[in-house]
Nanobody
Framework: QLQASGGGLVQAGGSLTLSCTIS????????MAWYRQAPGKQRELVAS???????NYAVSAKGRFTISRDNAKNTVYLQMNGLKPEDTGVYYC??????????WGQGTQVTVSS
């Protein structure tokens, strides 16, 4: 139901673009989000986007990350610029609402070296 990709190893200051294709039953009409789980920490919301395109960001992501969605392709993106070592973690996409979320899947690993 979820397929995230685009992670990798990048130096501090670099950029990555993540993408995630989601089944239409979850994607349609629902706000979608990217989440991050850093080593030893709980999963946290990084950015979200409504079906209409309104966005919201964690304080740590504001000004550096951009979330977007392509409703025709059931895909959500996360453009990450100015990456920092503290951005390291596994990134997951999923619905914002717990009532429509899919199983989390494997996510995509982002590692930022200093």
């Amino acid at each position: 139901q979820l397929q995230a990709s685009g992670g990798g190893l990048v130096q501090a200051g670099g950029s990555l673009t993540l993408s995630c294709t989601i089944s239409r039953s979850i994607f349609s009409d629902n706000a979608m989000a990217w989440y991050r789980q850093a080593p030893g920490k709980q999963r946290e919301l990084v950015a979200s986007v409504t079906n209409a395109g309104s966005t919201n960001y964690a304080v740590s992501a504001k000004g550096r990350f951009t979330i977007s969605r392509d409703n025709a392709k059931n895909t959500v993106y996360l453009q990450m610029n100015g990456l920092k070592p503290e951005d390291t973690g596994v990134y997951y996409c999923n619905a914002v609402s717990v009532y429509v979320r899919a199983l989390w899947g494997q996510g995509t690993q982002v590692t930022v070296s200093s």
